[in-house]
């Protein structure tokens, strides 16, 4: 059985690009429109990996991964930011927060899924 990713992007191309490249790869994917529909489908579900945008409406990406972190069910989760941000701050509020690692948008998809491989060791 292939590992199950969420990925959580406000803009529908990212999403779509990520999806294609994740599929493609043989994952299965869940796609949420921002933090706090990825918060709900990741209580609600079962995650081997999440890839979440940090600037969205409703929740952004680092409240959602503080509430995620909140929950022990979902300490081990890895969480990849792929985001447009490159702040050094900001990277590490995000790793405090509990972010595995950090992809910059624009992205290759293909580094998307190696890093994906490297993470999930599949």
Do not use: C
């Not at 503080?66 to 590490?92: C, N, V, W, Y």
């Amino acid at each position: 059985m292939s590992a199950h990713i969420l990925t959580v992007d406000d803009s529908a191309s990212i999403r779509m690009t990520t999806r294609i490249a994740l599929t493609g790869a043989g994952y299965q994917v869940t796609e949420a429109v921002d933090g706090a529909d990825g918060l709900a489908k990741a209580k609600g579900g079962s995650f081997d990996m999440i890839v979440t945008d940090l600037n969205m409406p409703n929740m952004n990406g680092l409240a959602m991964i503080q509430a995620l972190r909140a929950s022990p069910a979902h300490t081990g989760i890895p969480i990849i930011f792929l985001t447009t941000e490159s702040d050094a701050e900001m990277k590490a509020q995000a790793k405090a927060a509990g972010a595995t690692g950090w992809i910059t948008k624009p992205f290759d998809p293909e580094q998307l899924v190696k890093i994906t491989r490297k993470v999930l060791g599949k």
